[in-house]
Every structure is written in structure tokens, then in C-alpha cells.
């Protein structure tokens, strides 16, 4: 197990690695005497910010998905199964297509595009911890959920109706997801969210563990089902809803990784589970961000292209084995 854990710490550090170093421009070491004013601008504001913000998205998903599969006890079920992603979809569509002339501005679009994110994500999500309170089904949760992040999405197709092509052509390059164009200080709040989040995951591995084996049991060794919800679905908005409001929603990272998880590890504990998917996650989002950037042009495909066709084979081999009565 610890040969694994190495091994994966070792491929984060070499993708890490490559993925600030490749792109359209070479780079030159921008140290010592042949010190390059470009090449420092571009690793230092470009290379390195975009790599840091794939190895934080890559955890954040993974770990807010198996969040979401432990509590709702379902393999399917991934960071943005309670409405957190449609929630900011709504608040971003309200603020490019529904404020067209705030949405055009430079540095006010980026920032407000963020806060609307958030501001979306965080809306539904104190709806859901409201009702949640009020019912003891956990799987009644999960619908309400799935149900508030339709109406979201409904909501977002009459705004897409009604506006500009402009408007609309930024909304949709949001919602591809994109890793570049984080400022230092934005890229500073990511990893605030981030270890916020990961912090409310690392207190609740006990109670977690718990869970597995049912909520009766959990209960009987004195766990309060209500805060256990509450402190996870906290930590999945600091998780799901910070990099949704950065970085777009990006896809099939929450619901893949836990399982990768699984497979290698061969465990359900969440004391290897949690730092596993930690590391996978972030794996798989620098080899995806390397893969997207196509050799000898300027241009990238967009990062939930590469995220679901790494995803949706690892999703349909769990519903096979969910069919053939097993979980991975």
C-alpha cells in the first residue's frame, strides 16, 4: 500500500512537472544569467497557475465525490448531485446573459463571474441542507436535490432563449470548463475552498466509516446523522462549488476517481480512500490539461472533453458490475 501511495505522490510531482513545461511556447529556464522577462511571465503567471489550479480541481472533485457516494450510498452519485453545478450555471446565466453589460467587462466579468458561481452554487445547496433537516431519508434528499437542480437548469435554458449570441457564446465557453485564466488571487481562493473543504473531509473519515455500515449502526455508536450531512454537504460546497465557480463544471472527475480509488486500493476505509482520491484525482486532471493542449498550435480543447472520455468508461464498467450484483 505504501508502494502505491509513492507512486502516485511520484506521478503527480512528474505530471506536475509537465504540465508546466509543455505548451505552445518553449520555455527557457528563466533563472540565472540567461534570465528570459517572457519566459518568467509566462511560467510564473500562465504555467505554473494553471497546473496548481488542475492539481486542486483534481482533488477537490475526487474527494467531494466520494463524499457523495459514501453518504447517499450510491456509486453513481458524484460532487454535483445535489444541484451545486446547476446552481452556478444559474448564477453564472444570470449574470453573462441576464446582465449582458456587467458580462462584458474584463476584470468585472471574471470576478463577478466567479461570485455568481458561487453565489448560485451555494443558493441551492442551502436549500437542500434546509429541507434536509426536516427528513430523515437520505435518498429523498438526493431526489430533492436532483429535482432543485433541474429547475435550475430550466431556468437556465429561458435565460440561453432570450439572449445575445455574444452573451451567449461567453455562457458557453464557461460552461466547457477551463483551467488558464486564473489570477493569483483568484487561484489563492481556490485553495482556501479547496483545504476548507478537504479539512471538513479529514474530521468526518470516522463518521464515514460509519456510514457504510448503515445509518442505524451509525447512530447506535452515537453519530448525529443531521451534522454528519451537514459538515459533508459543507465541505462538498467548499469542493465542488469553489472549482465550479473558477473553473466551470467539469464532469465524470467526481464520480471516476473513488472507484479508481477502490480498484487500486482495494479498501473502503476512508483513511486510504480519502488521500487516494486525493492523488488520483489530481493524476488524472494534469494528464487530462496535458492531453488537451494539441502539439505545434495555440489551441487547447476544453478540459470536460478530456475528463469524460477518461470518465465515462470507468461509470459504465460500475453499472455493469452493479448489474452482475457487485461494487467496485
Known amino acids: 500500500m505504501r508502494t502505491k501511495f509513492i507512486l502516485l505522490i511520484v506521478l503527480l510531482v512528474a505530471l506536475f512537472g ?17 534570465r528570459d522577462d517572457v519566459a518568467w511571465r509566462i511560467l510564473f503567471d500562465f504555467r505554473l497557475p494553471k497546473a496548481t489550479a488542475a492539481w486542486l480541481v483534481g482533488s477537490a472533485l475526487a474527494v467531494s465525490g466520494l463524499l457523495m457516494q459514501t453518504v447517499f450510498r450510491n456509486p453513481l ?25 456587467l458580462g462584458g467587462l474584463g476584470v468585472a466579468r471574471d470576478l463577478g463571474t466567479a461570485v455568481a458561481a458561487w453565489g448560485g452554487a451555494v443558493a441551492v445547496l442551502v436549500v437542500v441542507m434546509a429541507v434536509s433537516a426536516r427528513i430523515k431519508d437520505i435518498m429523498a434528499v438526493l431526489i430533492l ?37 486564473l489570477s493569483h488571487v483568484q487561484l489563492l481562493i481556490l485553495a482556501l475552498c479547496v483545504g476548507g473543504g478537504m479539512l ?21 455508536m452515537g453519530v448525529s446523522i443531521r451534522r454528519v450531512r451537514t459538515v459533508i454537504f459543507l465541505a462538498t460546497s467548499l469542493l465542488a462549488g469553489g472549482v465550479t465557480a473558477f473553473c466551470g463544471p467539469i464532469g465524470f472527475v467526481g464520480i471516476a476517481v473513488p472507484h479508481l480509488a477502490r480498484m487500486c486500493f482495494r479498501r473502503a476505509d476512508h483513511r486510504i480512500l480519502l488521500p487516494a482520491s486525493m492523488l488520483i484525482g489530481a493524476d488524472l486532471v494534469l494528464l487530462c490539461d496535458l492531453l488537451s493542449q494539441l502539439p505545434g498550435t495555440d489551441l487547447i480543447l476544453p478540459i470536460n472533453t478530456l475528463t469524460a472520455l477518461v470518465g465515462i468508461p470507468v461509470v459504465v464498467a460500475v453499472v ?9
Open 200 to 220: 471538513l473531509a479529514v474530521l468526518s473519515v470516522k463518521p464515514l466509516n460509519l456510514l457504510l455500515l448503515g445509518d442505524g449502526y451509525a447512530r447506535s
Open 320 to 328: 455493469v458490475d452493479n448489474k452482475r450484483g457487485r461494487m467496485m
Open 77 to 101: 452519485a458524484g460532487p454535483y448531485v445535489l444541484g451545486v453545478s446547476s446552481g452556478a450555471s444559474l448564477g453564472v446565466a444570470l449574470f453573462l446573459l441576464g446582465a449582458p453589460v
Open 18 to 34: 509537465a504540465d508546466v513545461v509543455v505548451g505552445s511556447t518553449g520555455l527557457l529556464w528563466p533563472f540565472g544569467a540567461g
Open 145 to 181: 436535490g436532483m429535482m432543485f437542480g433541474s429547475g435550475a437548469a430550466a431556468l437556465v435554458d429561458v435565460l440561453q432563449y432570450f439572449s445575445s449570441d455574444s452573451a451567449l457564446k461567453g455562457f458557453v465557453i464557461w460552461s466547457m470548463g477551463s483551467l488558464g485564466g
